[in-house]
C-alpha cells in the first residue's frame, strides 16, 4: 500500500502535496470508490516519483485507469520542458504507441447475428495472432527502414488503405523525426517477422455494435449513424520492434543516469535529458516504434477488411467499412499548451493515456475540426468500448489527455489463479461474446474480473470533464493472441 498524502480536492481530483524531492504536486483523477483500489498498490507513489523529475511542468498527472507499471504508473502522464526536462522510457512503456483504430461499417447487426462465430474464426485464420506470430510480409532491411520512417502511408503505399486513413489517424500515422540508425539490428530484425499480426497479451480484434449514443451530432460525424450498426476495433501496437526499442534504451539510459546530476527516486525513472543526444536518439528510435505501430494497425485493418468482404460474400461497397479513427497510447510527444499564461513547447509522455483535443485544435484534420477529436477507450472482453470526443478542459488541465481502456485491477498471476477450473470462452458465450484465442491462459489472463469497470472509468473522465461521452459500443465477437 502506498504511503505518501494524498488529499481530496474535489469530487474527481485528489492531490498528492509536494514531500521531499517533489518538483510539482500530483494529481489523480479517480471517485472515491476507486480511489479506495488505487490506494492499495503503489501507483500514487509512482505518480509521486514522477514528479522528482528534472523539468517536470504543472502536475505529474494519473487517469483513472491508474496501475502499477514500469517506473511511471500506467496511466499516468507528464510534460517537460524542453531545456530543462528529460525523456524517460519508462514513461511511454515497452509497447511503443499501443492504441486503439476504431471501423465502422454499414452492416447492422441483424444482418450477421448468426454468422457471427462464422466470422470471428475466419478473422482468427486470417490475423495472424499470439505470442511469437509472424507476418507473411516479407520485407528487406531496407525496406523496412523506409516503412519506420513513412508510418502508416507506406502501408497505403502498398496497398493496405486508402488516403483518407490517413486523415482520421493520430498525426496522420506518421511521427517526424523517426531515424532507423538509432534502432538496433535485434529491433529491426524483430520488427521484420512481426508486421501485420496482433500480439499477445491484451492485444485484441473486436467485432462491435453500437448499443447507445450519447450526443447524435457527434456521432453522426464520426460515422456512428446509428443504434445496432456494426463496428469492428483493433487494439495493438509496435510488437517486438517496440520492446526492443524500449529495452535497449532503458540499458543504456540506467547507465547514463548516473552522469546526470540529480538522484532517481527509482532506478525504473532512468532517463536523459531531451536536449542531450542520448535524448535525441531515443526519441528517434521512439518515434520508429510509433510508425510501425501505425502501419502495423493499418495493414490489420485492411487484412480485417478482405475477411469480412470474403467471408460475407459481399462487396467492399456493401461492408461500407471505414475508419473513425486512430489514437495511441503509450508516447511522448513535442506538442505547444499554455503554461502559466505563455505558450511552451513541451515533451508529453503519456503512457497507458489518450489524446484528447477539443473542436478547432490545430492539430486535427478537417474532418474532426468542428466536433473535436474521437477518443476510442476500449474496456474488458466482455463490455465492449466506449468512443468520447475531447475537450477544452483536458488542454487545461491534463495537457490534452484522458483514459485508455479500463486499467487492470488483478495481476495476470491472480487472474490465472481466479479462473481455474472455468470455461472463460464459455462464460463469454453466455454474455453473447464469441471468443477465441491462441491458448487459453490469454483468456484466463485477460478476463473480465481482472479489470475496473469500464463505465466508472468513463464516467470520471466524462464527469471531470476531460472528455465527453459520445457512443458505447457491445462486444460480440474477439480475437486475442
Not at 528487406?140 to 497505403?156: F, N, T, Y
Request: proline share 4%; hydrophobic share 40%; aromatic share 6%.
Amino acid at each position: 500500500m502506498s504511503d505518501v498524502r494524498i488529499e481530496r480536492l474535489d469530487a474527481f481530483r485528489w492531490i498528492i502535496p509536494p514531500a521531499g524531492g517533489m518538483r510539482v504536486p500530483g494529481i489523480i483523477y479517480a471517485d472515491e470508490r476507486m480511489m479506495k483500489v488505487i490506494e492499495k498498490d503503489e501507483s500514487p507513489q509512482q505518480v509521486a516519483n514522477v514528479a522528482h523529475l528534472p523539468g517536470i511542468v504543472g502536475h505529474s498527472l494519473a487517469m483513472p485507469d491508474i496501475h502499477w507499471g514500469y517506473g511511471f504508473p500506467i496511466g499516468g502522464v507528464a510534460a517537460f520542458d524542453m531545456e530543462e526536462g528529460v525523456i524517460s522510457p519508462g514513461g511511454v512503456g515497452y509497447d511503443i504507441n499501443c492504441g486503439v483504430r476504431l471501423m465502422v461499417t454499414s452492416l447492422q447487426i441483424g444482418e450477421i447475428e448468426n454468422r457471427i462465430r462464422e466470422i470471428v474464426i475466419a478473422l482468427f485464420r486470417n490475423i495472424p495472432a499470439g505470442v511469437g506470430s509472424e507476418s507473411a510480409l516479407k520485407l528487406s532491411v531496407d525496406e523496412e527502414k523506409r516503412m519506420l520512417r513513412r508510418g502508416a502511408a507506406w502501408a497505403i503505399d502498398h496497398g493496405y488503405g486508402s488516403d483518407g486513413d490517413l486523415a482520421a489517424t493520430e498525426d496522420g500515422g506518421v511521427m517526424t523525426g523517426a531515424d532507423p540508425s538509432c534502432v538496433s539490428d535485434r529491433a529491426l530484425d524483430r520488427g521484420r517477422k512481426q508486421l501485420g499480426t496482433l500480439g499477445s497479451g491484451n492485444h485484441f480484434l473486436e467485432l462491435e455494435v453500437v448499443e447507445e449514443i450519447f450526443d447524435r451530432q457527434v456521432a453522426a460525424a464520426f460515422g456512428l449513424v446509428t443504434e445496432g450498426q456494426v463496428a469492428v476495433a483493433i487494439h495493438t501496437g509496435s510488437r517486438g520492434f517496440g520492446y526492443q526499442v524500449c529495452d535497449d534504451y532503458l540499458a543504456r539510459m540506467v547507465k547514463h543516469s548516473g552522469t546526470l546530476g540529480f538522484a532517481l527516486p527509482d532506478r525504473q525513472l532512468a532517463c536523459a535529458y531531451l536536449a542531450s543526444d542520448e535524448g535525441k536518439e531515443y526519441l528517434a528510435a521512439m518515434a520508429c516504434a510509433a510508425n510501425y505501430a501505425w502501419t502495423n494497425r493499418q495493414i490489420l485493418m485492411h487484412l480485417t477488411a478482405q475477411t469480412l468482404e470474403k467471408t460475407l460474400q459481399r462487396s467492399p461497397r456493401d461492408i461500407g467499412m471505414r475508419l473513425v479513427y486512430d489514437v495511441c497510447h503509450n508516447i511522448a510527444k513535442i506538442e505547444e499548451f499554455v503554461i502559466d499564461g505563455r505558450k511552451q513547447r513541451v515533451c508529453v509522455h503519456r503512457k497507458g493515456a489518450t489524446r484528447a483535443l477539443p473542436p478547432r485544435h490545430p492539430a486535427l484534420s478537417a474532418q474532426y475540426r468542428a466536433v473535436g477529436q474521437p477518443v476510442l477507450i476500449p474496456g474488458d472482453m466482455g463490455t465492449g468500448s466506449y468512443v468520447l470526443v475531447g475537450t477544452e478542459r483536458a488542454v487545461e488541465e491534463t495537457f490534452g489527455s484522458t483514459c485508455h481502456g479500463a486499467g487492470r485491477v488483478m495481476s495476470r498471476s491472480r487472474a490465472l489463479k481466479a479462473s481455474r477450473n472455468r470455461s472463460i470462452p464459455a462464460e463469454m458465450a453466455n454474455r453473447g461474446v464469441i471468443v477465441m484465442a491462441a491458448g487459453k491462459k490469454t483468456l484466463s489472463e485477460e478476463m473480465p474480473e481482472a479489470y475496473k469497470d469500464i463505465e466508472e472509468v468513463v464516467d470520471v473522465v466524462h464527469q471531470a470533464g476531460l472528455s465527453r461521452k459520445v457512443a458505447r459500443l457491445r462486444a460480440v465477437g474477439c480475437i486475442k493472441g
